[in-house]
Nanobody, 128 residues
Framework: QVQLMESGGGSVQAGGSLTLSCSASGYTDSWEYMGWFRQAPGKEREGVATRYDGDGTTVYSEAVKGRFTISQDNAKNTVYLQMNSLKPEDTAMYYC?????????????????????WGQGTQVTVSS
């Protein structure tokens, strides 16, 4: 059974940093894209960062570009999201997701519909 599990969330003051981790078990070759999404109360889930394992290409949303970095350690089956210069508007539940190349590109790399497997989420709270 494939499973994604996030960790590393917490509370931090504005300007601080956090690193989220996503541990994958039962990894499958179909997970060509790994992504991070977030959802704040009353808002839709939005794509934050994604990485294509084929060539390491990364894509970020405009809201986090220059502040967040997605990386992947295949030896550990783990994906990371380094978050710097955090802002109160970054407060949300953060989800790790995995998906195949075709599905992700059909809908868009920062769109949730193409991702087939999801973690349970980890909460990030940024106070001003």
């Amino acid at each position: 059974q494939v499973q994604l599990m996030e960790s590393g969330g917490g509370s931090v003051q504005a300007g601080g940093s956090l690193t989220l981790s996503c541990s994958a078990s039962g990894y499958t070759d179909s997970w060509e894209y790994m992504g991070w999404f977030r959802q704040a109360p009353g808002k839709e889930r939005e794509g934050v960062a994604t990485r294509y394992d084929g060539d390491g290409t990364t894509v970020y949303s405009e809201a986090v570009k220059g502040r967040f970095t997605i990386s992947q350690d295949n030896a550990k089956n783990t994906v990371y999201l380094q978050m710097n210069s955090l802002k109160p508007e970054d407060t949300a539940m953060y989800y790790c997701a995995a998906g195949p190349y075709e599905g992700v590109h059909l809908y868009g790399r920062l769109v949730s519909y193409g991702y087939t497997d999801w973690g349970q989420g980890t909460q990030v709270t940024v106070s001003s």
